[in-house]
């Protein structure tokens, strides 16, 4: 990446533009849910479509990396040398009208379940146990607790990456193939708002599901320092079950450990390393590939570790530049 006239760009670009804010080696780690790791090249943030539009065209085609609530994020100790982009401002609206509801892409998903319960509009309710955002819940079809973002997802605003640079576009549920876990949201692709059509109930009742929800995750999940689940369940089966099954729950390595809790939760000590964090979620898919016969794929991305492990992890195939 030329790294020097893209930041000598962007620096411009915030200079005469709203909405733009460029800060240089932020610390990346930081921003996520692990809370362990280290810079980025360039944290760029945009808080207007228009500002979205004139970073995008500044940038292309270099890597980027779209940060949300950072909950699905591990970043290496030495960092990642690259240009990191969070939404604001603009991209946090949400916007109801009847059982139609528009909802931007840095929309934290918790806010989003209980500020709709308290209209009235039911099916997001699911979404009050994920720290994530809309964003990141379109791109990886989101849920749990029997429902997911597919289900109440009928259309997003797109700002889709090609050789050409970027070009926004409006595609429904299906033509983003949301399925387990994923869609054809590219990694460079970047999702500005969603429509969701919800349906009418009590927001008492709401309340009360939501109430049971958290109590749920609160019971069964760990907090602390972690990015919810590791893997992917495979089919028919629970990554977490797995680990249990071969006696990995509460294993160490260093500053990490396979939580006691939810053998699917790997948590980084306060002041912990996430290279170690990377080294023990490697160590638990080498031990189930071997020993089960299944190989786990993380949900996680990583960024900055070793490239070939770091594919094998997340189950891909060819260059990924978030790894190097």
């Known amino acids: 990446m030329r790294q020097s006239k893209i930041e000598t760009a962007l620096q411009a ?104 319960a308290v209209k009235g509009l039911g099916g997001l309710e699911w979404a009050v146990g994920i720290p994530g955002t809309v964003g990141g819940a379109i791109k990886m079809n989101a849920g749990g607790h029997g429902s997911d973002t597919a289900t109440w997802m009928e259309s997003a605003e797109i700002f889709r990456y090609s050789k050409s640079g970027y070009h926004r576009q409006s595609a429904s549920k299906d033509e983003l193939e949301l399925r387990y876990r994923g ?13 969701f059509c919800l349906n009418q109930r009590s ?27 590791v893997f992917v369940n495979p089919n028919d089966d629970f990554a977490a079950r797995l680990i249990d099954s071969i006696g990995m729950r509460g294993l160490r390595y260093r500053s990490a450990e396979v939580s006691k809790r939810h053998a699917n939760f790997i948590q980084a000590a306060p002041g912990g390393s996430s290279d170690d964090v990377f080294e023990l979620i490697w160590i638990v898919q080498q031990r189930v590939e071997k020993e089960v ?18 594919r094998y992890l997340m189950g891909r195939q060819g260059n990924d530049s978030y790894t190097t």
């Open 13 to 116: 670009l915030m200079e005469v533009m709203e909405g733009v804010a460029v800060e240089h080696r932020a610390g990346f780690g930081a921003l996520t849910t692990y809370r362990v790791g280290g810079t980025c090249g360039v944290l760029v943030t945009c808080s207007t479509v228009a500002a979205l539009e004139r970073v995008l065209s500044t940038i292309a085609p270099s890597d980027v990396y779209v940060l949300g609530n950072g909950s699905n994020t591990l970043v290496a100790d030495h960092g990642w040398d690259g240009i990191v982009l969070r939404l604001s401002g603009e991209f946090a609206g949400i916007e109801v009208s009847e059982r139609s509801v528009r909802l931007g892409a840095a929309v934290h998903l918790p806010v989003a379940a209980r500020t709709l």
């Open 183 to 195: 869609s054809n949201v590219g990694d460079m692709d970047i999702v500005a708002s969603a429509v």
């Open 203 to 229: 927001p008492a009742e709401l309340k009360s599901r939501i109430s049971e929800i958290v109590a749920w995750r609160r019971d069964n999940q760990p907090g602390g320092q972690n990015a919810g689940s």
């Open 293 to 310: 016969g299944i190989r786990l794929r993380t949900e996680i991305k990583l960024l900055g570790f070793d490239a070939e492990r770091s």
